[in-house]
């Protein structure tokens, strides 16, 4: 059984270690942040990671949530997004809370788009083999299919989220830096008045901070910063990914809260939109 369980963290750790390279890759706002954090003797703890997919049959969350609940991961809330048409939910690690991150997997409601939208969807879903679905890297895999960039526009007419997910594919859309774990800032506006400072750019839709003491959780966020993606008819810059920062506060018993806020993390959805996104991060080190 100790065999089996040290197999399962190995395999854990090896995953996240392999998003936060694919993570960094698109992002390198995320390891400058990281190492300005590490210089001021910090340890940085990982809080969670966000996943994106379709709803689709093949695709849907749980396609996702099979590798984490393999290796000792189970579900632990659930979410949904009217105006976003998003469901989604988290799951926690159930031996080891505290030294593995949380993951927060949502999923587009394909069906409630337009029926151009639902047939560039599935086309793109019809790409995916349920070998590579099968594969425990396929959630850290990239874009598993061809896209146009016409198709890219069309979805993005709709929704955001979907041109996203349809550009970069299956990535960790944002690692979150736990600033319970940190020792030389208390306060979430602390931290953002650093990361400022140090040039960095913030999600201010909904305000700088999300959430409030009462409600248990207070996030801020980095914008996506760009990256140039290969469609299947050119190159383009589309919003790569973003650094998350987050706040637990106790709860009655005593422990923190470890939920998410669906309206938190509304606005959270919202750094990788086009509108928002912010060139000027840059994007020497992605080819």
Not at 238 to 260: I, S, T
Request: proline content about 3%; overall charge negative; charged content about 20%.
């Amino acid at each position: 059984m100790t065999h089996h369980a040290n197999d399962s963290t190995h395999a854990i750790e090896h995953l996240f270690d392999r998003l936060w390279q694919q993570y960094t890759g698109i992002n390198p706002q995320a390891a400058v942040i990281h190492e300005l954090l590490s210089r001021r003797g910090e340890h940085v703890v990982n809080d969670h990671i966000a996943l994106r997919t379709f709803n689709t049959p093949k695709l849907g969350i749980d396609a996702l949530a099979r590798v984490f609940e393999k290796h000792g991961y189970e579900r632990a809330g659930t979410y949904a997004f009217e105006e976003k048409k998003l469901d989604a939910i988290h799951l926690q690690h159930g031996r080891f809370p505290e030294r593995f991150p949380k993951v927060f997997i949502s999923e587009l409601r394909v069906q409630d788009f337009s029926p151009q939208f639902q047939r560039i969807v599935h086309k793109l879903d019809e790409q995916v083999s349920h070998a590579q679905l099968a594969d425990d890297h396929f959630v850290a895999s990239g874009r598993p299919w061809q896209l146009s960039q016409a198709d890219y526009e069309a979805l993005k007419a709709e929704s955001e989220y979907a041109a996203w997910l349809a550009s970069l594919g299956y990535m960790a859309n944002h690692f979150t830096v736990s600033l319970n774990h940190l020792l030389t800032f208390f306060e979430l506006a602390e931290l953002n008045h650093f990361l400022k400072k140090n040039g960095f750019v913030l999600n201010h839709t909904g305000g700088e901070i999300k959430g409030t003491p009462q409600q248990l959780l207070e996030q801020s966020s980095t914008l996506a910063s760009e990256t140039r993606v290969d469609f299947s008819d050119g190159q383009r810059q589309v919003p790569g990914c973003f650094y998350e920062f987050a706040k637990r506060y106790p709860q009655a018993d005593g422990r923190l809260y470890q939920g998410f806020i669906a309206a938190n993390a509304d606005k959270i959805f919202e750094s990788t939109n086009q509108a928002v996104a912010t060139p000027e991060c840059g994007q020497e080190a992605v080819a």
